[in-house]
């Protein structure tokens, strides 16, 4: 799977305490450099001419780091507060307070050693850590925890605590400014897709909206001498082989992408949700299942069916593990396993699960509009790999947010079948059935191939205040 991980930029705290050795900053100032390098930060910090070492201590030092907070505030993703000794819990809040800013926290303190614990090296930051967090809640500061409640920067616990602190970041950060782009009517037997758009937009997400035949009267105006024309059918071959898909569906595809992308560029779109079943067959004689499969793959994520909130999903998984996400069905049961299911849909998913992709037809969907009018689906089957799973829905009638998430794998179970398709394998899950069907949850799912259920419930429930159920959480 890709990964698109790039650097990010944090603010930084180092909280002291005047009683407690100051040249214990000093070196967590050089422990945090070989840390924040090794992750791709950009440490936002005072320096040791700002303060005395460059921690905070005193409200005068809060007031000059968050100052320098606030210049960077476009570009700081995340706040980490670090504890060498036992700080100072108001300089720490009052800090975050004064920047204004409104991001995810991670806490740290370091580990005493006992053959140090003279008046020379003592921190105390075990309680000085409690201190800090108890002033946060006072002040409805919400952060986030290590794995350890002591731990030194060159721990691999806080190597990967970091590193999933950053992609909660990433999550809080996308979720709340993300815009997608709904193309047409939901299909009229879709109840299951509906949702509300005020409830997304109170949580900052924006969606908007375009008739599907605004984007097949684009689509129809495009001839083939077009070079956009031109270029999309060399990008599709490029993407995957076109099996025996004749060229005049293959010129409808590229038309059809070519109004798709500039829908998305005018309007910078994220993500998108695309009416297909059954109107696009019907009205222009293809799938778009090429095409969504092409933006998800370039992390630009695209479901069908208009199911935004599904979308939402496919991009907040996306974040947390920097590679694409795929919206598929919860299809099948696998034989008499009661703790595996068939994945499914028409052919939609992005390449990086599908090796042996190639464009095909969609026969389910063929029975009813022709299968000629079906080019366009892929077909593929996905390989062993991590999975995280999840959806995100909005609960109308209670005014809120709510998702379940959690992991499992993905088998090289047999699987005898068209279109694209996978086989999972979940614990306990007969229990998850339950929970999706009692909490009135959409039969669409979607699929990571990583391991961020932790990072989406952090991201979604703690910060995003959202209803979050961890399936078997450990």
Known sequence: MKNNQREVTLGVIIGNRDFFPDKLVGECRADLLVAFEKAKVRPIMLTEADTKLGGVETFQDARKCAALF???ADEIMGIVVVLPNFGDEKGVAETIKLSGLDV?????????????MDVARRRDAWCGKISVCN??????IKYTLTTKHVVHPSDKTFTQDLNDFIATCRVVKGLRTVRIGAVGARPGAFNTVRY???ILQRNGISVVTTDLSAIL???NRLTPQDQSVKDRIDAIKSYTPTGRTPEDKLLQIAKLDVALNSFMSEHALDATAIQCWTSLQQ???CNVCTSMSMMSENMLPSACEVDVTGTLSMYAMQLASGSPSALVDWNNNYSDDDEKVVLFHCGNWAKSFLPDVEIATAPILGTSVGEENTYGALAGRTPASPLTFGRISTDDTRGVMKAYVGEGVLTDDPLHTFGTRAVAQISDLQKLMHYVCRNGFEHHVVMNASKTAAILKEAMGNYMG????HHNEK
């Open 104 to 116: 995810p926290v991670l806490i740290q303190a370091y580990p005493d050693d006992l053959n140090k």
């Open 135 to 140: 002033n946060l809640h006072q002040y409805g």
């Open 196 to 198: 509300s758009e005020k």
């Open 466 to 469: 959202w209803e979050i159920h």
């Open 283 to 285: 009205n222009y004689g």
């Open 217 to 219: 009267g684009h689509a």
């Open 70 to 72: 606030r210049q960077f």
